[in-house]
């Protein structure tokens, strides 16, 4: 998010004061950080499990019950551009099995916290493999007021309803969705 101010060191003193370069430097160096943070903000930040100039994304699967034990995973793919406010993520996500007896819904962890919302309008486009749904096609929502992508099962003239972890699977999919202010992680 682009700062809406910037805040400036102020001291008083006389011109002729020697403290006079030691303020200017101060002052040059907040006017520094608020320009990198105000690029950073407008240019975006990428985040790439194949990338090693920043720090990786590496989507994460559990169960909502947090039932599943030890996930064996295929492969986790993840890629996250965040510009202010602004979440894309993309990801690929594969596992072979989950000890224990998982009996929660599918949710895939998030790197950015949602903005808060009384509904769920930031819906994603999602394809499964290997995951039992009964209806035509599966969606994901990224949950306001959390991390969590939620996985749904939906088809025409019937009610959603969310997919169930299953202790094998795939997810592919992007979800596009409005972060919180100020988050870093």
């Known amino acids: 998010m682009i700062p809406s101010q910037i805040v400036l060191p102020y001291h008083e003193f006389d011109i ?33 499990d194949q990338s090693t100039q920043t720090p990786a994304f590496t989507p994460t699967i559990r169960s909502s019950n947090n039932d599943q034990g030890t996930i064996t995973y295929t492969h986790q793919t993840g890629w996250v551009f965040r510009q202010g406010l602004l979440v894309d ?9 989950a000890s224990g007896t998982p009996t929660g819904n599918l949710i895939l962890d998030l790197p950015y916290e949602v903005a808060n919302s009384s509904n769920k309008p930031f819906v994603g486009t999602c394809q499964a493999s290997n995951i039992t749904f ?18 749904w099962d939906c088809a025409s003239a019937t009610a959603t309803a969310q997919i169930a972890f299953d202790s094998s699977g795939q997810v592919i999919g992007h979800v596009r969705y409005i972060g919180k202010a100020e988050e870093t992680t």
């Open 89 to 97: 993520v993309w990801f690929d996500v594969q596992w072979s099995a």
């Open 16 to 48: 002729q004061d020697r403290k006079l370069a030691a303020y200017i430097k101060e002052l040059i160096v907040q006017l520094e950080r608020a320009y990198e943070t105000t690029a950073r903000n407008v240019n975006g930040d990428i985040r790439s």
């Open 134 to 151: 009964t209806n035509d096609y599966a969606v994901c929502n990224a949950t306001p007021d959390t991390r969590e992508l939620t996985f």
